[in-house]
């Protein structure tokens, strides 16, 4: 991966659009820096300091962060990563049955399940009515053919 | 970098992670919000489903939206599913007085999706008020089922 690709998908990172599997890779690289990669990356130290990674660099020594910011940040890290977990791992398994009704929210699974069978029985009616339609033109297509024969 | 700017980036991160999750690349996406914009006056009604009543059906996601008597949000939602039909691998069409009164459209699989990649995805809209009725329906429907699956299920 090139110095650019990988600022690329650190920004990327950062605004929330990279996959799993994108970010197994961005961890990994950022573990391990590619032969050549320049020595200090401030772009890259940032994604490490967010991704959990203790910085490449050696710490600034005249400058000393305060105790509570960094208990702040290890709690948002905590925060962020629990999110990424959940959302990504549980967000699509948790079984929903939803429908708003003029905004009054319903729950109750079979009353949804019944609105998808009604919506989709109307779909079923709609669709035998074009095929009726079809079948309609073409007979009269047909008839129009045999008079002319 | 200054600690304050990291935690800032990561309350940011937080914020934007539900948003990128949503994303299924498709101009219908917006109007299966419950507070999708529409006439005051206007009933708008709203259905998701994911769950195991739907693999019954070899589905995995169902949403739908109706809209009664708002002519503006209806003509906004037969444009997104134009747009989006322009994507189809197979479509079946009906046109009433020069609208899209029924459409019938297989969209090709997932594939930005780690957990659904490779599902069918389909889209049903039906504007009855070319046919005498009121209403506009648009439904999406996501799983493993083809599309023969899908017009059996509808014909139930």
Redesign the interface.
């Known amino acids: 991966m090139t110095n650019r690709e990988l600022h690329d998908l650190i920004n990327r990172y950062f605004n929330g659009e990279t996959s799993l599997d994108e970010e197994r890779t961005l961890r990994r690289v950022l573990a391990k820096p590619p032969h050549g990669a320049p020595a200090h990356d401030p772009l890259a130290d940032e994604a490490r300091a967010v991704m959990g990674f203790a910085l490449a660099a050696p710490a600034r020594k005249n400058k000393r962060v305060p105790m509570m910011w960094r208990s702040v940040a290890a709690v948002a890290v905590g925060a962020i990563t629990a999110t990424t977990i959940t959302i990504g791992y549980f967000g699509n398994r948790e079984p929903q049955y939803v429908a708003y009704l003029n905004g009054e929210r319903i729950a109750d699974r079979e009353t949804v399940m019944n609105l998808m069978l009604s919506d989709l029985h109307e779909m079923g009616v709609a669709s035998a009515n074009v095929e009726t339609d079809i079948a309609k033109d073409l007979n009269e297509i047909a008839d129009i053919m045999n008079s002319l024969n | 970098?200054n600690?304050?700017i990291?935690?800032l980036?990561?309350?940011?991160?937080?914020a934007?992670?539900?948003?990128?999750?949503s994303q299924k690349g498709l101009d219908i996406e917006p109007f299966f919000e419950?507070n999708t914009p529409h006439n005051p006056d206007a009933?708008?009604?709203?259905?998701?489903?994911?769950?195991?009543?739907l693999k019954e059906h070899d589905l995995s996601i169902?949403r739908?939206v109706?809209v009664t008597g708002d002519e503006a949000l209806a003509q906004r939602v037969e444009r997104a599913v134009t747009r989006d039909g322009t994507k189809a691998e197979s479509r079946?069409v009906?046109l009433k007085r020069g609208r899209l009164?029924?459409g019938?459209y297989s969209l090709p699989p997932v594939d930005?999706?780690?957990?659904?990649t490779g599902e069918n995805r389909y889209i049903?809209y039906?504007n009855?008020t070319l046919?005498g009725g009121r209403k506009i329906?648009l439904?999406y429907l996501q799983g493993k089922a083809e599309p023969w699956q899908i017009?059996r299920?509808?014909?139930?």
Request: proline content about 2%.
């Open positions: 970098m600690i304050r990291i935690i980036s990561l309350t940011l991160l937080i934007a992670t539900p948003a990128a999750y419950e009933s708008v009604n709203v259905v998701s489903i994911t769950g195991n009543k169902y739908s109706s079946e009906s009164y029924f019938f930005n999706d780690n957990r659904h049903f039906l009855s046919d329906t439904i017009r299920m509808i014909k139930k």
